[in-house]
């Protein structure tokens, strides 16, 4: 049970981004543009997502 408890704290902090990215964005399958445009675009989606994750605390 506490094994489970400390896996689940590392799988809710590292599945959030994710959610945003996929709900918030839309961002569910993509095509195949070359690897450097790709990984440009999640990139840029991981740090729009980092900063909807922190926007209340942002406009405080």
């Not at 964005?25 to 909807?52: D, I, M, P």
Request: glycine content about 4%; overall charge positive; aromatic content about 12%.
């Amino acid at each position: 049970e506490t094994t489970n408890r400390i896996i689940a704290k590392v799988r809710a902090k590292v599945e959030h981004p994710f959610r945003v990215i996929k709900c918030q964005f839309g961002y569910v399958k993509t095509r195949y543009r070359g690897l450097a445009k790709n990984r440009a675009q999640l990139f840029t989606l991981f740090a729009l997502g980092n900063l909807f994750l922190v926007r209340r605390k942002l406009m405080a």
